[in-house]
């Protein structure tokens, strides 16, 4: 359903304004097939307003959502840039807890309301009117410019993999640009330069055959949910480090000015952490704050551990199994299949006796980092400087963004982070904000980070 | 849904096996409203029954299905002897796994095939038989006899204590036995003389306000699935013995008697426990064999664990609860009230950091033993060896059966367990049987007990 309503007046929205609003009227919810159609309508908008500023822009189909691809003419023996986004929204339910309709944008205290909002509409299109403001004030870039927008992104970019290999040619390029991640408190300029890496298994205990009567067997035999909590609790030795033997070995250690910064970055703090998640007490590795537990430190985590009756009340079962589900949280330099043999390994040998272990293993991902020092990285640092007219922080993220580290597979190149969300955006959830300053630091900065990265 | 179909003609059925087929056909399901007049048709039956015999016989209204009380006239001086058992049976789905229709009771390989044949109807009437018997071949009964029996067993005898207290004079004896428990092998007459105890709880683990990203948060803040499989690994040692602390103080050592004794029952040596239950291998407390580990040793069993994402593959979620109930099965002379107080205590001593636990306690049960040796338990022993030509074996069972525990705390007398009942009896399960020698034997051996415990 498209916002088809009469378009509210808004006194003093500037024209960039106005094309976000537009922007963000597409309800384009990719994992939706009713809105297939309305994917295809913002990306044709998209198309318009690109070719409008004076690019070539080409709608590339596939199996699902078009990929949009946009350009300046290329000027030999200039850098080339790629700007990443993301043209597709997550789903609005519970549409009841929005205040207002997710796809009538509006502004309310200094904050733009809607669907898309921070993910990835605002963000990404800070960029494209960075890039029209300049060729309307310089006529030209600096910079030889390809804009790289999907539709899939909310669906896990499942077919973008597969567009990099096939236009690997025409996408080649020195360095990419994402505005898709977090700031870390307003106003404070923020790079990203590193992303843990995942690596996920689930395990199944089995005992008897069937499930048993506690009394009549209990004592017995081994019982496959006392076991896959034996297991589990082997994961951690007693101050909270990873017990699995090596898992440590590659780990690239928190270098000094790292530790430094992070120390003074502002909203991640242990005392915000402890506020933010509202756990009882901080836990993790000793000897690291909770930014650097979360953002250089590998983890094992529990994220789902099940067996026997899970009702109301008491059922005496002595369950025929129990099963837990891993994933790991990786960090430089550790890869994902070496930390997998590890883990199996370790599993297999402290599996309690009297039951077997059999391990799965799922989908993983390696860890990513790039030198924030490095000559794209201070370009960028002084963008984000100009933009936000602050001193830019540099952190590295706790998650995982597959495409990042698919653009280094393909392309070759690294990936610089610069991310204008903030924590209470609502990314997915009702009510989903971006400021108005965010919005026009992000044309600014776009405009900043082109002429940086040129030099 | 009564069997009202042509009767099946036996050749060579007994006057006893009609009488108990007849029984047979009512389908005395207590669980289902739709069966409240067949099971009150069924106590009319055994009242008419009773009556014939010349017993005073009398149906007692409760809130749902009747009790049935008879007795012989009694004379002072003479031993009382009440016996218990039940008319009510289980429900019968999934009938398609029936060979034969469950309430059209018959006769194939020696043994009778029909809800209810040995859970409690066969063992139980084979009682009323064996006094029928007495009375027709001496005129009298050596002793003052109660019949006990109850419609409502399967579905917890909720009204059995209230009725035992307000017809306590009446019900006032000086043994009471039943016959609803098992044999350790086919031809081996087994006198049951201890059941375990019960006490269960539920502890849960909590951590952040709501389920957090592992990628962005883990690492940083305790999780409560990994804490909750510490917790449960913090309650055995790697021996396999309870790990909470004053668990085993009360605990009765067995007896050298019986110790070697349950060394030489058919039926429960390690290797059929091994084979009954189809563990990869057996596992407990050392220096117990698996019948001293079920009968007259505790555990602490975990009956149901669960956090965080249950469904397929994975969900890289850090959840915020994380459950575990336990059941801790208690020999003598543990009382459930001071075990349930130490578990408390353990949990909240081994809680691991950053989450907290909450522990709901549940319902439990006293531990039961009687002494074997005892007058009574002496003529037990006559009886069943005489009635099966055999020497008993003397056991104690893993399970809990709480109207034992009601009788000694409401009536103040021990219990005889005189069970007939086989492992392959099939009762709860389609197809319930039991076999015609084990019918003859139980008439047997009600004749020989009242003799015996009247000496």
Same mark, same amino acid.
């Given at each position: 359903m498209r916002g088809t309503g009469p378009q509210v007046e808004h006194s003093g929205v500037t024209p960039e304004l106005e094309d976000l609003f537009a922007f963000l009227r597409f309800p384009s919810v990719s994992t939706d097939s009713r809105n297939a159609g309305d994917v295809r309508a913002c990306a044709d908008w998209l198309i318009g307003k690109l070719q409008a500023m004076g690019l070539t822009a080409q709608l590339h189909e596939t199996p699902r959502h078009p990929v949009v691809v946009a350009r300046n003419v290329h000027v030999e023996g200039r850098r080339t840039v790629l700007i990443y986004g993301h043209y597709d929204v997550q789903p609005v339910d519970p549409l009841a807890l929005w205040n207002t309709p997710p796809f009538e944008p509006e502004i309310r205290d200094g904050k733009i309301w809607a669907r898309g909002a921070t993910d990835n509409k605002g963000q990404m299109l800070a960029h494209v009117l960075g890039v029209e403001k300049t060729l309307r004030e310089e006529g030209e870039l600096p910079v030889n410019l390809i804009f790289l927008f999907e539709g899939e992104e909310e669906i896990g970019s499942p077919n973008l993999a597969a567009f990099l290999e096939a236009h690997k040619a025409e996408l080649k390029c020195d360095v990419i640009a994402i505005s898709d991640t977090g700031m870390v408190a307003p106003g404070v300029p923020t790079l990203g330069y590193g992303l843990r890496g995942i690596a996920c298994c689930e395990a199944t205990l089995r005992g008897p055959k069937g499930d048993l009567h506690s009394g009549l067997f209990g004592g017995a035999v081994a019982n496959p949910a006392t076991a896959v909590a034996r297991l589990v609790a082997s994961m951690h030795d007693e101050t909270g480090k990873v017990a699995v033997d090596g898992f440590y070995d590659d780990v690239r250690p928190l270098e000094a000015w790292e530790r430094e910064m992070w120390s003074k +970055?502002?909203? +991640?703090?242990d005392s915000e952490f402890l506020r933010i998640t509202g756990s009882p007490g901080l836990f993790g590795e000793p000897g690291y704050s909770s930014a650097e537990r979360t953002w250089a430190r590998p983890t094992a985590e529990v994220n789902g551990i099940g067996g026997g009756y899970q009702g109301e009340g008491s059922k005496t079962v002595l369950p025929a199994e129990a099963f837990v589900k891993f994933s790991f949280r990786l960090v430089p330099d550790q890869e994902p299949g070496d930390i997998m043999n590890k883990v199996k390994a370790h599993l297999e040998a402290h599996c309690p006796p009297g039951v077997t272990v059999e391990v799965e293993v799922g989908h993983d991902g390696k860890p990513y980092v790039a030198d924030p020092h490095s000559k794209f990285g201070l370009a960028a640092q002084t963008a984000l400087r100009k933009a936000f007219d602050a001193e830019p922080v540099l952190i590295r993220e706790g998650g995982s963004i597959p495409i990042v580290q698919t653009f280094r597979d393909i392309l070759g190149v690294d990936t610089l982070l610069l991310g204008l969300a903030l924590a209470d955006a609502q990314i997915h959830a009702p009510n989903e904000n971006f400021p108005v300053e965010n919005f026009e630091a992000g044309i600014r900065l776009n405009q900043a980070l082109l002429k940086e990265l040129a030099l």
């Open positions: +970055v502002a909203g +991640v703090s």
